[in-house]
């Protein structure tokens, strides 16, 4: 998964760009890059690591430009590399383009083939350099119609900030599955996978770019827009709502707070947990959550887990054991409130069922009595194609075991999960034009042709 963050018409593009960035670490933690166009002058900054680590004040000083594009990244196509990092930038014969992409190509490994055999040079391993490559070669002249000429036949997820010569352009697959918003900061035009980074520039959010979409900006202001058709149904993906999104953004048009704390209301209707002392979520994901069970459980809400702020979000580590090492460091448990008590710890998702074994077995050390999970999305029984790591069937516990077998082998009382209908009906436009493939197996494109190999190439 990755955040990605775009600015057009503003003297600091750069400064606000990283400001912007902060906001969406969250989407992923691997990379970070800021690109500035100034004029014919392009200056990129990109670094493995965290945003705040990374951009020095000296570096930052050196991308001048009222136009800036930033990104954060988390590989889910791709390896973790610094060549893989973006914004992609690369200079071709008019001029340049720099690219961010949020989402996963699920035929990048086909169209990447006929590239190659057609004399294509392949600079990272990121399905996103496809769309660089086809971008190069369109032949139209404005830049919003060599971006939808570029995309004609890409199958999958992308929220695309681009920049060719000065124009920023902004774009939605026609299925929606990534958000993208728009604001305006005075003058100025901003794009940001969640509203939460306008918040933190000062930008008021406008709309969202509309799947299908190519937004095109010019330095003065000048705004195109040109509307590819949309996909009948959209397929936005509710797992930003369960997981994935900050609670104060608002995606897909509606609230990401408002949404959590209705999953865990109806999830407190679907399995209530009668006779528990209190509930508590684990944090920070779940918290709304965990408020939502509380008010319908009329259970009170206690803060039984507290977790290190200095270590970021576990599954957000590319292997095994970079997770194992990080979840043990990342909770610790309060005895004073966990002794002798029966209580519902409420968690937004279990995927591989790491993490919660090691929670759930902190809990009983800490002296819980009895321990009933709820989580506020069904069970994952299938990879993601469009962007959230879960691409492997067989590390994902709820595809080889029933729902009694994984409260034994996470070692709980008593688990529920809400529905896969409680779910798309507490979501804010709901309950169609969702993407369930990962809960339901109704995948809308066809799977990729190789999806191990592309990830691990
Ligand atoms: P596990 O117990 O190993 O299945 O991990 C579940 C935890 O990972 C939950 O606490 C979720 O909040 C978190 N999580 C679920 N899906 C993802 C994802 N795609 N990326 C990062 N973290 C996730």
Known sequence: MCGIFGISGHPSAAALTHLGLYSLQHRGQESAGIVAV??????????????????????????????????????????STIDNAQPKLVHFRGGHIVL?????????????DSLEAEGS??????????????????????????????????????SLLVAIGETLLAARDPYGWRPLAMGRLNGATVFASETCALDIVGAVAV????PGEIVAVEPDGTTRTLQRPPAPVLHRCVFEHVYFARPDSRVFGGSVDRARRALGRRLAREHP?????????????????????????????????????????????PTQQGRDEKVKVKYNAVREILEG??????????????????????????????????????PITGPCYYGIDTPDRAQLIAAQHDVSEIARLIGVDTLGYISLDGMLQSVPNGPDGFCHACFSGSYPTRPPAAPVQLRRS
Do not use: C, W
């Open 121 to 158: 040079i392949f600079s990272s391993s990121a399905d996103s350099e496809v769309i660089v490559h086809r971008l190069a070669k369109a032949r139209t002249a404005a830049p919003e119609a060599q971006l939808a000429e570029a995309l004609e036949g890409i199958e999958g997820a992308y």
């Open 341 to 378: 008590k029966s209580v519902v710890m409420v968690d937004d998702s279990i995927v591989r069922g790491t993490t919660t074994r090691g929670l759930v077995s902190l809990i009983r050390a800490a002296g819980a009595r009895e321990v009933h999970m709820r989580v506020s999305s069904p």
């Open 207 to 210: 709309r969202e770019v509309a």
């Open 273 to 317: 947990a009668p006779g528990a002392d209190f509930v508590f979520s684990v944090p920070d994901s779940s918290n709304s959550a965990a408020l939502g069970f509380a008010e319908a459980s009329g259970l009170p809400l206690e803060l039984a887990l507290i977790r290190n702020h200095y270590v970021g979000r576990t599954f957000i580590q």
């Open 100 to 112: 961010a992409h949020n989402g996963n190509l699920t035929n990048a490994a086909e169209l990447k």
């Open 38 to 79: 100034d004029g014919e002058q392009v200056r990129a900054i990109r670094a493995m690591g965290l945003v705040s680590d990374k951009f020095s004040a000296e570096a930052m000083a050196t991308l001048i430009g009222t136009v800036a594009i930033g990104h954060t990244r988390y590989s889910t196509a791709g390896s």
